[in-house]
């Protein structure tokens, strides 16, 4: 019998008296005690990888080990069997190749998630060129709350250079989430137009109403494409950024920099633009200034004045796109793999979604505090609005309490001019329509039309005819605390379904049927009570249809959420330049100009 040291580190000892005298352990205690070790270093090398797959680097969870058991000696393993073993977890994982096992991995979660759908483009070698999913749960939020859309391609991942596309949009807690993710090889019109076409077909025939994006050519003829029925806007903080570098008298003419702010957002009509323009480029002598030109003919997809009739929830900018960015550069590396990006983009997923439960969770159990408590608008606003939706609309109602006042009434009371009270000469004023009869109001500013919310205008007019409430058609659904529940309960319940039904009826009416059940379970998910309630009422409802159809079953094909032609699709050409970080792609005036060397001529 072979004699082991048995102190709290023997273990280690164990292991390298092991490698050299493995052919000596023949004694049944030899090889009870090896196997002691070897349990004792596969349970410390299962840590170290759940450490990883958290997101923690390897030189971080190794360090963490080593201090918990005394000192690198006792780990079991060094630190460079700890690189080696995550190196094998990853070339495990894309062992078919890297293509084909991110197709695998969408697969194994359409089993698990019916509503998870992917789709592919390949090139005539059968080489992976784009990709885009999406799950179930961010589908259900696209019918939510899938108005608005914030599209940037301006971080590239991994070590084939892709572009990461996310379709980001905003739930009713003000909060970012995803629609879905794709993943381009080129920024072609092509290729932009096969993702926004996949998009709206996996998303139900869905168009946004709005849509941002940078000023990328390429993107902007895929939209008016694939996206005829959306209103393309363009991000301001692009534009800004742009100006500088493009207008030089911007940067020493106040007068010429404050018309510029004024026709970006500060214009309530196309006739206040227009003027604010003209004078713009009088006072700047910027008459044949082909930037300038080139942007006005434009204006329509970045200046607030044109766009009072579209919602577009007050978004000026891509700047909730750029959050993502930073995230996917926490996660990508220039060697990380397609699966890797995808495992790293779910877990952040995830953790978006905690963030909105616990929003959700707020919301259920503790009621909103009004700051004026005798207010009842202020109450009805507290009952129905999120919490951070119902602080936007408390600050519009302290504003018209303290600041506004009304300066004109019309004989018949259906129009008010409401302005600033201690700046009266300094601001335009707004003009407010309201008819007593149908309950309608209507102001100059148009926020109800862009955001959703009545504004302090409105607010003040509904203080001067004293009314306790403010009409309930101007509580938007997709602000409430509430708005999934009451969202496919309304669907279901409200006579005005009919109209949604025009036209493709029965693709529509298994969509909104499949999402209504995948929301229900994804509720009742882990609440045995509520289980067993949705299985016996499934089965009733079973038994019932299955009377109504007379007995007969229908055969129906299920429509596939992929295109087929998948299988042993090749990995993308790595055409990642050296020297390229993984970070977000900048524009000229973004980088750093080298200086200009300076040559001493000796004559």
């Not at 005539?124 to 999913?133: I, M, S």
């Not at 439960?357 to 009842?376: A, L």
């Not at 009805?380 to 006042?405: L, T």
Request: charged content about 25%; overall charge positive; proline content about 2%.
């Amino acid at each position: 019998m072979v004699r082991f040291v048995t102190d709290e580190d023997g273990y280690w000892h164990v292991k390298r008296f092991i490698e050299s005298h493995n052919h000596e352990l023949a004694s049944p205690a030899d090889r009870h005690l090896l196997r002691s070790c070897r349990n004792v270093i596969e349970e410390k090398a299962s840590v170290l990888k759940s450490m990883t797959n958290a997101g923690i680097r390897t030189v971080d969870a190794y360090a963490y080990l080593a201090e918990e058991v005394g000192g690198c000696e006792n780990v079991g393993f060094s630190k460079r069997d700890a690189y080696n073993l995550i190196q094998k977890e990853k070339r495990a994982r894309i062992e078919i190749g890297d293509t084909n096992s991110l197709i695998q991995l969408f697969k194994d979660r359409q089993v698990e998630d019916h509503m998870f759908a992917w789709d592919v483009q390949y090139d005539d070698q059968d080489r992976l060129l784009n990709f885009f999913w999406v799950d179930g749960r961010s589908r259900i939020d696209y019918e939510c709350f899938g108005d608005v859309l914030i599209f940037d391609t301006s971080y590239r991942l991994n070590k084939y250079n892709f572009v990461c596309a996310p379709f980001v949009g905003v739930n009713n807690h003000w909060q970012n989430i995803l629609f879905g993710v794709a993943f381009l090889s080129e920024e072609t019109i092509e290729s932009f137009t096969w993702l926004f076409k996949v998009f709206v077909r996996i998303m139900g025939n869905k168009y946004p109403t709005t849509i941002f994006t940078d000023q990328d050519q390429a993107m902007a003829r895929a939209i008016e494409a694939a996206l005829p029925h959306t209103r393309h806007r363009l991000c301001q903080w692009h534009i800004f950024k742009k100006v500088p570098s493009k207008v030089s008298i911007y940067n020493s003419n106040n007068k010429v920099r404050g018309l510029f702010h004024k026709c970006m957002r500060w214009c309530d009509s196309e006739e206040v633009f227009e003027e604010a323009w003209n004078e713009m480029i009088k006072e700047g002598n910027l008459h044949n200034h082909e930037w300038l030109q080139d942007l006005y003919k434009i204006r329509r997809k970045w200046s607030t004045a044109f766009n009072k009739d579209s919602f577009c929830m007050g978004i000026l900018s891509t700047q909730r796109s750029e959050c993502t960015n930073n995230v996917c550069h926490g996660i990508s590396k220039p060697t990380s793999s397609l699966t890797d990006c995808f495992l790293g983009l779910e877990k952040v997923l995830m953790n978006w979604r905690r963030n909105e439960q616990d929003e959700d969770y707020k919301c259920s159990q503790s009621e909103i505090v009004p700051v004026i408590k005798n207010s009842s608008i202020l109450k009805q606003a507290a009952r129905y609005y999120s919490r951070r939706i119902y602080s936007i609309f408390e600050e519009e109602f302290i504003k018209a309490v303290g600041e506004m006042s009304i300066d004109f009434v019309s004989t018949d009371s259906s129009k008010y001019i409401v302005n600033y009270i201690e700046k009266k000469n300094q601001n335009h004023p707004w003009v407010v329509h309201f008819d007593a009869t149908e309950g309608n109001i209507q102001c100059s500013c148009k926020k109800y039309e862009t955001m959703g919310l009545l504004c302090s205008h409105c607010l003040r007019v509904f203080k001067q005819l004293d009314m306790a409430k403010f009409p309930e058609k101007y509580l938007l659904l997709r602000w409430s605390a509430r708005a999934r529940q009451v969202f496919y309960s309304g669907y279901f319940l409200n006579s005005q379904r009919s109209n949604n039904f025009q036209s493709g009826r029965g693709f529509i009416f298994r969509n909104q049927v499949s999402r209504f059940a995948y929301q229900m379970s994804t509720e009742a998910q882990g609440n045995e009570e509520a289980e067993e309630f949705i299985l016996s009422s499934l089965q009733d409802m079973y038994k019932k249809l299955y009377l109504i159809l007379g007995g007969k079953k229908r055969n129906q094909k299920d429509v596939a959420s992929s295109q087929g032609g998948t299988a042993n699709l090749k990995d993308p050409l790595k055409r990642r330049p050296k020297g390229i970080s993984n970070a977000r792609l900048k524009s000229h005036w973004e980088k750093k100009k080298r200086p200009k060397s300076k040559f001493l001529i000796i004559c």
